[in-house]
């Protein structure tokens, strides 16, 4: 295995649907090796802070990201070596102590509201995919996500929204569009354009002949 992975990046606001773009690049796929990353994995770790402190920190700014160490797994991932990736315990909020095996494979889908922030990501990105969505949309979803999955309240949801996503979206992650390769409106409803991702990235797979 002598040519690096291909590694797409997925980024776009909290609850745009760049999960579900991803997730169906990833089925498009399922055949060849293949493996989802994604940045929430890489939050600082906040264990040495009291529990009321690590609640009232941004975690939509660039800063609240370990950048540095998704960076380092990055190239070790792309050099075919393993590594360890960090769990995120979204209830205690702070990095758990356990970590998750990450194998090499041959397309890396990363994914993730910053990715694009840092040139340092970028320019490992093959291809670079923006999920653009409406704020309301995307607040809908946010809240329905939360409270099912991340057990939290009604009020809680909206306050953070608010205070932090919304005006981190527009200060930090709806600028990042600029770099992407193809933007995506609606996210995983949009047909058309994740067929054009999976043409693309059929055609470097048959270039790096990994077809």
Excluded: C
């Excluded at 040495?48 to 939509?60: A, T």
């Excluded at 998750?100 to 694009?116: A, C, H, N, R, Y």
């Excluded at 309301?136 to 409270?147: L, N, Q, S």
Aim: aromatic content about 8%; proline content about 4%; cysteine-free.
């Amino acid at each position: 295995m002598n040519k690096k992975p291909i590694l797409i990046g997925v980024t776009g606001g909290s609850g745009s649907g760049k999960t579900s773009v991803s997730r169906a690049i990833y089925d498009s796929f399922s055949d060849h090796a293949i493996t989802m990353l994604e940045q929430d994995s890489y939050y600082k770790d906040q264990g040495h802070l009291p529990f009321d402190e690590r609640m009232d920190i941004n975690y939509d700014h660039p800063l609240a990201f370990d950048t540095d160490l998704l960076i380092d797994h990055l190239k070790r991932l792309m050099n075919y070596e393993s590594v360890e990736k960090p769990v995120y315990d979204y209830v205690s909020h702070t990095r758990s102590s356990e970590t998750i095996l990450q194998e090499p494979k041959e397309v890396i889908i990363l994914e993730g509201i910053l990715i694009l922030d840092d040139p340092r990501l970028r320019d490992l990105m093959d291809i670079k995919i923006y999920v653009d969505t409406d704020d309301d949309i995307r607040i809908i979803r946010r809240i329905k996500r939360d409270m099912q999955e991340r057990g939290r309240t009604l009020d809680s949801v909206i306050d953070q929204y608010l205070s932090a996503v919304k005006p981190m979206y527009h200060q930090f992650i709806e600028p990042t569009k600029r770099y992407s390769d193809l933007i995506v409106p609606e996210g995983g409803e949009n047909f058309v354009a994740i067929d054009l991702i999976k043409t693309k990235v059929r055609s470097i797979l048959s270039r790096e002949g990994k077809l």
